[in-house]
């Protein structure tokens, strides 16, 4: 699995446990919610920074994003 497939993977698994709408993670995230979309479906690939700011509304690290 590549690491785009990993941190789609991972996303998703963070927002859904908060219950989360891709609009309202986006929000939280402060980057647009089809980006959020097109990340889940691996078709983007964010920079680190970007990254750092998806894992902060979800309470965790850029590297636990990034892990198997």
């Given amino acids: 699995m590549d690491v785009r497939q990993r941190l789609a993977r991972n996303l998703r698994r963070l927002r859904e446990a908060k219950g989360w ?7 939280e995230a402060n980057v647009h919610r089809t980006y959020v979309s097109d990340i ?3 078709a983007r690939n964010p920079t680190i920074t970007v990254v750092e700011k998806l894992a902060a509304p ?3 690290t850029a590297s636990d994003l990034l892990a198997n």
């Fill in 21 to 27: 709408s891709q609009e309202k993670f986006a929000f």
């Fill in 40 to 42: 889940e479906r691996g």
């Fill in 58 to 60: 979800l309470g965790v």
